[in-house]
């Protein structure tokens, strides 16, 4: 892949490829971000299951106070999204999340002996707090592009890892089903009509919002970064 500067606009850079959607412009401009989350250390270490339970834990507690402010956004999403048709793939995915994703932290919290406390109200790591200001900026924006560009890094980066270190099979189910939870078909269905959603958006948005939604992606990755570094504090 050819580096592109950040500052290639997305008509400068469409000019030159066949069909080039505007997710992917947001990707190639912030590849080495990209390509730093979804080769993290943390994911490496969960495909070769040699995470450390402590380490894997703390994030996992940290994640669910993650994801309960992600389900707000999705509420947003939804609030927000153009007609009935876009809204009811966000509805099902909403579903998802508060019943299969739910019971996998609830039964993770058991078998790696959580204490209650930090299941219902955990001390919060700086990571996690600015992943939840990002999340409730977006939200309150009430602006579907910024909303759902925040969202679409969230799932795109796991669906990529969690692809790669897929194809194993793994001996404790809280880290297995963390991987096929985040690779499976129907994930990926919806991934990629996420997607699409902002690939229609993007390229009717003006040069500006065009790099405003840029600085979103950039900083959804930052985040995402900055929350894999925090489970080895
Ligand atoms: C920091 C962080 N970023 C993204 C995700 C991914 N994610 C959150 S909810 C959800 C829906 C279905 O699993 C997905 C993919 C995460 N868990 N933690």
């Not at 390509?35 to 995470?51: A, D, K, P, W, Y």
């Not at 969690?162 to 994930?187: C, Q």
Request: glycine share 4%; aromatic share 14%.
């Amino acid at each position: 892949m050819d580096t592109l500067q950040s500052k290639t606009s997305f008509e400068e850079w469409t000019e030159q490829k066949s069909n080039g959607r505007f997710t992917n412009w947001l990707k190639a401009i912030h590849q080495e971000k990209w390509e730093s989350v979804i080769n993290h250390r943390f994911t490496n270490e969960l495909g070769e299951e040699s995470l450390d339970k402590d380490t894997f834990s703390q994030y996992l507690v940290q994640d669910y106070a993650f994801v309960d402010q992600l389900v707000k956004l999705i509420g947003h999403a939804i609030g927000t999204a153009p007609s009935l048709e876009d809204r009811i793939p966000l509805v099902n995915f909403l579903g998802q999340v508060t019943s299969e994703e739910n019971t996998y932290f609830q039964r993770s919290f058991e078998a790696l002996d959580i204490p209650e406390k930090d299941q219902t109200d955990p001390q919060l790591l700086p990571a996690t707090k600015k992943f939840q200001q990002l999340m409730a900026e977006a939200g309150r924006s009430l602006n579907y592009a910024n909303i759902i560009t925040v969202f679409i890094v969230a799932e795109w980066s796991y669906l990529s890892w969690a692809s790669r270190i897929s194809e194993r099979s793994y001996s404790k189910f809280y880290f297995g089903e963390w991987v096929s939870l985040h690779a499976n078909p129907e994930f990926r269905s919806f991934v990629d009509w996420l997607r699409n959603q902002l690939d229609q958006i993007g390229p009717t948005l003006s040069t500006e919002r065009q790099q405003e939604i840029s600085e979103l992606f950039e900083q959804s990755l930052d985040c995402e970064q900055a929350f894999f570094d925090s489970a080895y504090l």
